[in-house]
């Protein structure tokens, strides 16, 4: 990965304007539009900020050695933004709109000037939203997260690379053409156990999708077995060619103790159908960096700790790595320093 600091002089209004909002302001915005996203894009939005923290990208931002830091955080797989424009956000519905999306936003960046600099992010966000929407002739609600996805891509990878971008929606006809109540139904439904189903404990099976744009991307698994063990049975392809991070199995996978942080997960539809996050799950994922919650069933999770009691859509971000710690030491640098400065 090679990171470039961008200084204000080579920054654009829009650009200076993204960049002074620190992960407080875009976390406060997203807060406020969850609120106008619809339910369809929902858990996606709040995954897809989980994948591509901004505290990572400052992290790259700041170092004068993207090489070292990414060999000291372990990160493995794809990771900058700049090389997924048009790929990243695939797992939302609204990626279907994404070429009105990104019409809208770059139109939005030539034209922004210090009056638009006044306005809140999460207004931006959803003044563009609307704009795409429009052209798009769909609701709004279906175009705010990943408006929002495109606002974050565009400070992350820089306006340049997001200009020069094909723009393409990833999906074949068939999938493109599905609802919103549609996809939210399949999320929903759990697996038929035959006509004695309600008699069945140890023997029953779910389906756990991985691509909800891929009718072939979904394996069975036990009752009450991780994610990550149901993933090693698939060989439907060869998946090491896909991505060598991928060993066996469509998931990412190399301790299976919660000990690598490979096998981490968003979780689209069913968390609530996914064991609680026991102890050494919840220490380990604040660890690697990718979550800092309390909740029991949140919507990233570590596939090889998290049982499945119940059919669901998850998806499989395209790299991992463990930074939490190097983040939290930052962080008492700079509260150590704050503390000199004040005494």
């Known amino acids: ?174 999938h493109a053409k599905k609802s919103p109540e549609q996809v939210l139904r399949e999320r929903a439904v759990d697996d038929s156990q035959g006509l004695f189903g309600f008699l069945k404990t140890v023997d029953k099976k779910w389906t756990v999708t991985h691509d909800e744009n891929d009718d072939a991307a979904s394996y069975k698994l036990n009752h009450a077995q991780d994610l990550a063990w149901g993933a090693e049975a698939d060989r439907s392809r060869d998946w090491r060619e896909i991505d060598p991070r991928r060993p066996e199995g469509p998931i990412p996978v190399e301790c299976r103790s919660a000990s690598c942080g490979t096998c981490w997960v968003g979780v689209l539809g069913g968390a609530e159908k996914l064991s609680d996050v026991a102890v050494r799950e919840g220490k380990q994922i604040k660890e690697f960096g990718y979550i800092d919650t309390t909740e029991p069933k949140p919507l990233i999770r570590l596939a090889c700790q998290a049982q499945a009691l119940g059919a669901v859509s998850i998806v499989i971000p395209p790299w991992n790595g463990v930074f939490g710690k190097y983040l939290k030491s930052l962080q008492n640098q700079t509260d150590d320093s704050e503390e000199q400065t004040f005494n």
């Open 1 to 174: 990965m090679t990171t470039k600091l961008m200084t204000n002089s080579t920054q654009t209004p829009f650009e200076q304007f993204l960049s002074q909002n620190d992960e407080e302001g875009w976390s406060a915005a997203l807060t406020t539009l969850l609120r106008s996203i619809h339910d369809v894009d929902k858990n996606a939005t709040r995954i897809w900020f989980s994948f591509y923290p901004l505290s990572l990208f400052r992290a790259f931002e700041a170092t004068s050695d993207p090489e070292l830091l990414a060999a000291q955080l372990l990160m493995k797989g794809v990771y900058p933004l700049s090389e997924q424009v048009d790929s990243s956000h695939k797992f939302f519905y609204g990626h279907r709109y994404w070429p009105q999306v990104k019409k809208a936003t770059e139109t939005f960046a030539a034209s922004f000037n210090d009056g638009a600099a006044g306005q809140s992010l999460a207004d931006q966000i959803l003044k563009v939203a609307g704009e795409a929407a429009q052209a798009a002739k769909v609701d709004q609600s279906l175009t705010v997260g990943i408006t929002a996805v495109a606002f974050m891509t565009v400070l992350q990878a820089g306006l340049t690379a997001f200009r020069n971008a094909k723009g393409e929606v990833l999906l074949d006809r068939k």
